[in-house]
């Protein structure tokens, strides 16, 4: 049986005994010790591959522990689930579907079966019909309604409809062609509709209505208001086709939107919204960076899925990753984890990676519907670098919670500006190096004595001085940002995902904790807005709907 027909408790396994008994040895284990012990600890516990350096000698781990994991992962059966992960078997076991994100960046040879129709011929028409459309604006031949040639995309969507194509947007602005300027309208705020309407022209402006499931209340709101201020700004209902375009896999709705059917780009069931930005969903990258540049970027993927396909787990990026993660947060109690990129144009990695970590791996129950046995997600956050140093980096060094953090950084800038890329990245790396030295409380006090303090104060300051240290994390090195490079990092953070899933027995592609919020978003509404005069099922949200009704005005 597959691992997500018959998910394994990976508490019983063997690995995982012999796991618990390793953290007690490991208790008073020192990484101080063991990089002073061992010159040759960086070489051992670090690896290149599809142009990242991943340096993971900042762990709470000996070889030992590195095998021991490894052995869960085979234990587990990890390789055959990913090998039916990319052979579009069901893995998504709630909905009955596979997740072929994968295919999105196979070559065109390659054939894959979903039901028994291959689908990369599909996959790559689709890719030929955004070819189409982005040359076509960039060459400007796509005009408006007043013959001009469009000059501001407009991407109404959300979660994995906005996150992935934002980040990789504006992760790859030095790649932006033709001065198309790509915008995001997510959330369903008037204020952020207003703030972005007041930069555009109706008669220069595309929306794209990116949606898989073309019902989410907030794209559909912001789509309309969208249509409105365009009627409004002086378009044509008969014009509306050349300002409006949709990614669905619901075709239907988008033509009763408004939407041409020559205007809608397919996405389909077995790709899942977080890991969506590979399809039509990434048209505002296309229309950005162009699609040579966008072709990198699943180049880019493609090469870490063969890394991920064919790497020995000790020398696998995204398993080692999600190995370590498994330590901290089934081990030494670790419920979050930092995401620290050190470089302006990846600072929305983070907001990316929380929807495709939480909301792939935010789950209780396993494949089976049986509970979990033991902690799975963890909360992702953090922020760019250096920012975070002069915010939230006081908790990681001497707060008491063990927080394991990713840092990401390039070599080069793709801005140089006097010596600040090197000192950026000499802060992302001391950062990391503070993290696991920690200040004794010796050193606290002699650097207190050189300064020439009294005794009474050295003794009176020192506490306050001394960082545990002993914190991992790990560094994510490449030489500069690039579609190539950014495809890869992001793939190898959606298998990191899917290995936890596996050993964790959960299915990482559905999300059905986000319903309960929509169904009982209706019913607020409504008696929000008078239409029902029922009242909620408790005191704390009528208080707080008696207080909408009493002051809301507009
Ligand atoms: O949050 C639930 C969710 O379905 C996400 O998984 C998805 O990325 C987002 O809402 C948007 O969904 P759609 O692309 O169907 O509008």
């Known amino acids: 049986m597959s691992h997500y027909q018959q998910p394994l408790d990976v508490t019983r396994l063997p690995a995982w005994q012999s796991l618990v008994e390793h953290r007690r040895a490991m208790q008073g284990f020192s990484m101080r010790e063991a990089f002073a012990a061992d010159p040759g600890r960086f070489q051992e516990f670090s690896l290149s591959a599809c142009g990242l350096l991943l340096d993971y000698s900042k762990n709470l781990i000996t070889r030992e522990t590195r095998d021991l994991l490894v052995r869960l992962a085979e234990e587990a059966r990890l390789r055959s689930a990913i090998e039916a992960l990319f052979r579009g078997e069901p893995v998504n076991a709630s909905e009955g579907r596979p997740a072929l994100h994968t295919a999105l960046r196979r070559p065109v040879a390659d054939r894959l079966e979903v039901n028994g129709t291959d689908v990369m011929p599909e996959v790559h028409r689709v890719l030929g019909q955004m070819t189409e459309l982005v040359g076509r604006i960039h060459d400007g031949l796509w005009r408006g309604y007043s013959e001009k040639p469009i000059t501001d995309v407009v991407n109404i969507g959300i979660g994995g409809s906005f996150l992935g194509p934002q980040l990789v947007s504006e992760a790859l602005l030095p790649f932006a062609q033709r001065g198309v300027r790509c915008h995001y309208l997510a959330n369903i705020d008037g204020s952020e509709f207003h703030e972005l309407s007041a930069r555009l022209r109706a008669e220069t402006t595309l929306f794209i209505v990116s949606s898989k499931s073309f019902g989410t209340l907030e794209t559909l709101k912001n789509a309309q208001a969208a249509r409105t201020w365009y009627l409004a700004q002086g378009g044509s209902q008969a014009e509306l086709h050349r300002h409006f375009i949709a990614v669905t896999s619901n075709q239907a709705a988008a033509l009763e939107f408004g939407i041409r059917a020559e205007n809608i780009f397919p996405m389909w069931d077995w790709v899942g919204g977080r890991y969506s930005l590979w399809s039509a969903i990434g048209l505002p990258i296309a ?11 699943l180049s880019g993927a493609y090469s870490m899925d063969q890394h991920f396909l064919s790497a020995p787990f000790e020398r696998n990026m995204p398993v080692l990753l999600a190995l370590l993660g498994l330590w901290y947060g089934n081990f030494w109690g670790a419920q979050s984890h930092a995401i620290l990129p050190y470089d302006h144009y990846l600072r929305n990695i983070t907001q990316h990676l929380q929807q495709l970590d939480m909301e792939s791996n935010g789950k209780s129950v396993r494949q089976d519907g049986a509970p979990v046995s033991c902690a799975t997600g963890p909360v992702i956050w953090g922020g760019v670098g250096c920012n975070g140093q002069h915010a939230y980096h ?48 010796a050193e606290a006090e002699a650097e207190l004595r050189a300064k020439g303090l009294p005794e009474e104060e050295v003794q009176r300051l020192a506490p306050h001085k001394v960082i545990p240290g002993n914190r991992p994390s790990n560094t994510l090195v490449m030489e500069r940002v690039s579609p190539r490079r950014l495809g890869a990092l992001v793939a190898m953070y959606e298998h990191k995902v899917f290995v936890q899933s596996v050993l964790w027995g959960i299915n990482a592609f559905d999300q059905w904790g ?37 002051h809301h005005r507009g």
């Open 287 to 297: 229309l950005a960076i162009g699609m040579s540049n966008f072709k990198e970027l």
């Open 394 to 441: 006081q908790l990681l060094h001497q707060g008491t919670l063990l927080i394991p953090a990713d840092f990401i950084v390039p070599v080069a800038s793709h801005n140089p500006v006097a010596d600040h890329q090197q000192w950026l990245y000499a802060n992302c790396l001391s950062q990391s190096q503070a993290l696991m030295l920690g200040k004794t409380r």
């Open 514 to 550: 986000v319903e309960l919020g929509k169904e009982l978003g209706r019913d607020v509404y409504q008696c929000l807005t008078g239409h029902d005069e029922r009242h909620t099922a408790d005191a704390s949200t009528q208080g707080l709907i008696d207080f909408f009704r009493a």
